[in-house]
């Protein structure tokens, strides 16, 4: 979710060692550095405008009970979500024009890479981290949020290992949904609203907060390759 138009924020300062995790058994503070995955993909999709992303995990993250998430395993996520048939590389068959987003036939395709070379870096932190990253691009993250500003995505390590209350979908739907969410920002896209009781949510809908009468969905196209969308809400 980002809460505010994003601005410029702040180089990351690494941090003193990280607590133990906190009574819901999420480590709440990293380092504040981060550990970029090794290697790189292939283009996957054929959309005009192509995003090469890279993928980071916080380092010092003391994970006690809970099974560690590295750059490897997080990046598997990541991969996955962003060359689902359904994602964003739809838009390859299915262009989007809006032009309240200022969109005219617009597609993506995606690579992952590992070096200094990225339209955009996708961050799995900690609940700490989150807050003073995103908080110093003017976003508050309430410790449970991510957000996106600039070049940089920060997913919120509280939702990614616990989900939303009340948001009742299984853990790898929500963590698709987030992916796709905070990418459609970064791709241009305001929030969304529902277009109607019943109907898929589209992807940038803040479906944890209100469905608003819809379903939840963590695609931002049907399997027809219609594009699912509703009235645009500023973020």
């Known amino acids: 979710m980002t809460l505010k138009k994003p601005v410029p924020a702040g180089a990351d300062v690494p941090k003193a060692p990280a607590p133990p995790p906190v009574a819901d058994g999420v480590p709440l503070q990293g380092l504040g550095t981060f550990s970029t995955a090794a290697g790189g993909t292939d283009v996957v999709g054929a959309g005009t405008t192509l995003v090469k992303y890279?993928?980071?995990?916080?380092?010092?993250?003391?994970?006690?009970?809970?099974?560690?998430?590295?750059?490897?395993?997080?990046?598997?996520?990541?991969?996955?979500?962003?060359?689902?048939?359904n994602g964003w590389t739809r838009s390859a068959a299915a262009p989007v024009t809006d032009a309240a987003q200022k969109l005219t036939n617009a597609s993506w395709s995606f690579q992952r890479v590992g070096g200094?070379?990225?339209?955009?870096?996708?961050?799995?932190?900690?609940?700490?981290?989150?807050?003073?990253?995103?908080?110093?691009?003017?976003?508050?993250?309430?410790?449970?949020?991510?957000?996106r500003y600039g070049q940089t995505i920060m997913i919120n390590l509280r939702r990614w290992l616990r989900g939303a209350p009340g948001f009742?979908?299984?853990?790898?739907?929500?963590?698709?949904?987030?992916?796709?969410?905070?990418?459609?920002?970064?791709?241009g896209f305001d929030h969304m609203l529902c277009p109607g009781a019943g109907r898929p949510a589209p992807v940038m809908v803040t479906q944890t907060i209100d469905l608003g009468g819809c379903v939840p969905n963590s695609s931002p196209f049907a399997a027809d390759g219609t594009f699912i969308t509703g009235p645009w809400a500023a973020s």
């Open 54 to 85: 890279r993928v980071e995990v916080e380092d010092g993250i003391v994970w006690g009970a809970e099974p560690a998430w590295t750059a490897a395993s997080f990046t598997s996520t990541v991969d996955r979500v962003l060359s689902a048939p």
């Open 168 to 187: 009742a979908v299984p853990i790898v739907e929500y963590r698709t949904n987030v992916i796709n969410h905070e990418v459609g920002h970064f791709l």
């Open 116 to 147: 200094s070379d990225f339209s955009v870096r996708i961050r799995l932190a900690s609940p700490n981290t989150v807050d003073r990253l995103c908080g110093s691009a003017g976003m508050d993250t309430q410790g449970v949020y991510s957000c």
